[in-house]
């Protein structure tokens, strides 16, 4: 609780999210990495938007993209074989 309570200091000081996640029990593991896809996503197109290379057209219209971050089967099937990876039956 005291180095959770220190991290969330510390990230606030630097202007960053504070994520508690754990890799014991997957909470928040997921939604962490699409954070960081979306974060990523949304400062290359920020990037692409305000390089001076770009269009004047395409950076008055504010073409608006959106992601989809969806599992593949591969991932689910990897996933479930996991699951069991650390039982103590």
Same mark, same amino acid.
């Given at each position: 609780?005291?180095?959770?309570?220190?991290?969330?200091?510390?990230?606030?000081?630097?202007?960053?999210?504070?994520?508690? *996640?754990? =890799?014991?029990?997957? @909470?928040?593991?997921?939604?962490?990495? !699409?954070?960081?896809?979306? $974060?990523?996503?949304?400062?290359?197109?920020?990037?692409? *938007?305000? =390089?001076?290379?770009? @269009?004047?057209?395409?950076?008055?219209? !504010?073409?608006?993209?959106? $992601?989809?971050?969806?599992?593949?089967?591969?991932?689910?099937?990897?996933?479930?074989?996991?699951?069991?990876?650390?039982?103590?039956?």
């Amino acid at each position: 609780a005291k180095i959770e309570q220190t991290a969330r200091i510390v990230a606030k000081r630097v202007n960053a999210e504070f994520w508690s *996640l754990s =890799s014991l029990t997957g @909470s928040n593991v997921e939604e962490f990495f !699409k954070r960081i896809a979306c $974060v990523t996503y949304q400062t290359l197109i920020r990037q692409q *938007l305000n =390089s001076p290379n770009t @269009s004047t057209d395409r950076v008055k219209t !504010k073409t608006q993209l959106a $992601v989809s971050l969806v599992p593949t089967n591969d991932y689910i099937s990897k996933q479930t074989s996991k699951d069991n990876c650390c039982s103590t039956v």
